[in-house]
């Protein structure tokens, strides 16, 4: 009943989000001028990319909420999915990774954006312009969504324990990149010394709870579940996590929340969208996406490799790939030795 319960509940805020979204930019000219703007070139008339992007990927998201309901069986869980269906969500996913990547990129290349500096990062006041630098640095992230999500679909058809935790080795590699990339702090945004006095007190809570939902993301729900598969995975062949109807909810807002931040400006920088209303479609979608990841993280994901994850962030910064790899054999160690 409980579980029923949140699955209402996410419908109810997924539905409201999307259809606030679907709403604004089907009025007036929003439509036409958003996805279907055009540029010359050599004479000839040709669409922005990442507006055709934005398109296709909306779209892409809306299908993967549609795909993902045949997983609720008569109010229950399927906990056995078929080959057609394991298929289905593998190649839906590995299309979402590469929009998403393909998505931020072509916003860094085609918004004039190289020399905007703002006072901080992040999109949510009014007088903020998104970076070329944030949307470099938001590309690392959706390179991380489309390896994390292969990492657990592959798990599932793995039966080496070896195999499973060099995977997820693996999986935790792109980090060795990421001093690679531009690097922002939601921090800036409501720290003292920092403090933009353009702000208003409502963003930098936000700001503040975006701060602790990277925090909560990047150790529970990155490298903690990571970690937590692999070690359960070596215990038992469980369905695979991906299709886990409740996991599908989770993942499409996470990939939701990662675009919307810079689309909802977007659409407040060209009068389509009120601030207020970008604020509380902001709020709805934290809110969503904060149950969803609750919920995946409750079921899911062992505390003692997610605490450990956080201790070595602060005490071994920068360095994520060797807290993992650290965390993952003591963890499998201790397992073996049947102490956990």
Same mark, same amino acid.
């Given at each position: 009943?409980?579980?029923?319960?949140?699955?209402?509940?996410?419908?109810?805020?997924?539905?409201?989000?999307?259809?606030?979204?679907?709403?604004?930019? +089907?009025?007036?000219?929003?439509w036409n001028?958003?996805? #279907?703007?055009?540029?010359?070139?050599?004479g000839? !008339?040709l669409p922005?990319?990442?507006s055709?992007l934005?398109?296709i990927y909306?779209?892409?998201?809306?299908?993967?909420?549609?795909?993902s309901?045949?997983?609720f069986?008569?109010g229950?869980i399927?906990?056995?999915?078929?080959?057609?269906?394991t298929?289905?969500?593998?190649t839906y996913?590995i299309?979402?990774?590469?929009?998403?990547?393909l998505?931020?990129?072509?916003?860094?290349?085609?918004?004039?954006?190289?020399?905007?500096k703002?006072?901080?990062?992040?999109?949510?006041?009014?007088?903020?312009?998104?970076?070329?630098?944030?949307?470099?640095?938001?590309?690392f992230?959706?390179?991380?969504?489309l390896?994390?999500?292969?990492?657990?679909?592959?798990?599932s058809?793995?039966?080496?324990?070896?195999l499973?935790?060099?995977?997820?080795?693996?999986a +935790?590699?792109?980090?060795q990149?990421?001093?690679?990339f531009?690097?922002?702090s939601f921090?800036?945004?409501?720290?003292?010394?920092n403090?933009?006095t353009?702000? +208003?007190?409502?963003?930098?809570?936000? &700001?503040r709870? !975006?701060?602790y939902?990277?925090? #909560?993301?990047?150790?529970?729900?990155?490298?903690?579940?990571?970690?937590?598969?692999?070690?359960q995975y +070596?215990?038992t062949n469980?369905?695979?996590?991906?299709?886990?109807?409740? #996991?599908?909810?989770?993942?499409?807002?996470l990939n939701?929340? &990662?675009v919307?931040? #810079?689309?909802l400006?977007?659409l407040?920088k !060209?009068?389509?969208?009120?601030q207020?209303?970008?604020?509380?479609?902001? !709020?709805?979608l934290m809110?969503?996406?904060?149950?969803?990841a609750?919920?995946?993280m409750?079921?899911?994901?062992?505390?003692?490799?997610?605490?450990?994850?956080?201790?070595?962030n602060f005490t071994w910064?920068?360095?994520?790939?060797?807290?993992?790899?650290?965390?993952?054999?003591?963890l499998?160690?201790?397992?073996e030795?049947?102490?956990?």
């Amino acid at each position: 009943m409980c579980m029923h319960f949140v699955v209402l509940l996410l419908l109810s805020l997924s539905s409201l989000f999307f259809g606030s979204v679907v709403f604004t930019i +089907t009025s007036g000219s929003a439509w036409n001028n958003l996805f #279907f703007k055009f540029a010359k070139k050599g004479g000839t !008339k040709l669409p922005y990319q990442h507006s055709l992007l934005g398109f296709i990927y909306l779209f892409w998201l809306l299908f993967g909420f549609f795909l993902s309901f045949p997983l609720f069986s008569n109010g229950d869980i399927q906990t056995n999915a078929s080959i057609s269906q394991t298929f289905t969500f593998v190649t839906y996913d590995i299309v979402l990774g590469i929009f998403g990547i393909l998505l931020t990129l072509s916003a860094a290349r085609d918004f004039p954006h190289k020399n905007v500096k703002n006072h901080a990062s992040g999109t949510l006041d009014n007088h903020a312009t998104v970076t070329q630098d944030e949307m470099i640095e938001h590309s690392f992230y959706q390179i991380l969504n489309l390896i994390q999500i292969l990492f657990i679909h592959s798990i599932s058809f793995m039966i080496n324990h070896i195999l499973i935790l060099l995977l997820c080795m693996l999986a +935790t590699f792109p980090w060795q990149f990421r001093h690679r990339f531009p690097v922002h702090s939601f921090s800036a945004n409501y720290s003292q010394e920092n403090a933009d006095t353009k702000s +208003t007190f409502m963003v930098k809570v936000l &700001y503040r709870i !975006k701060k602790y939902q990277y925090v #909560f993301y990047k150790h529970f729900l990155l490298h903690g579940l990571n970690i937590s598969l692999a070690l359960q995975y +070596t215990i038992t062949n469980s369905p695979s996590l991906a299709l886990d109807p409740y #996991f599908r909810f989770y993942w499409l807002l996470l990939n939701t929340a &990662y675009v919307m931040e #810079f689309f909802l400006q977007t659409l407040v920088k !060209k009068g389509y969208l009120l601030q207020s209303s970008m604020l509380a479609m902001q !709020k709805v979608l934290m809110l969503a996406s904060s149950i969803a990841a609750i919920d995946v993280m409750w079921r899911k994901v062992l505390w003692l490799p997610c605490l450990l994850s956080l201790v070595l962030n602060f005490t071994w910064r920068g360095r994520d790939l060797q807290h993992t790899t650290t965390v993952l054999i003591f963890l499998y160690a201790l397992q073996e030795l049947h102490i956990l």
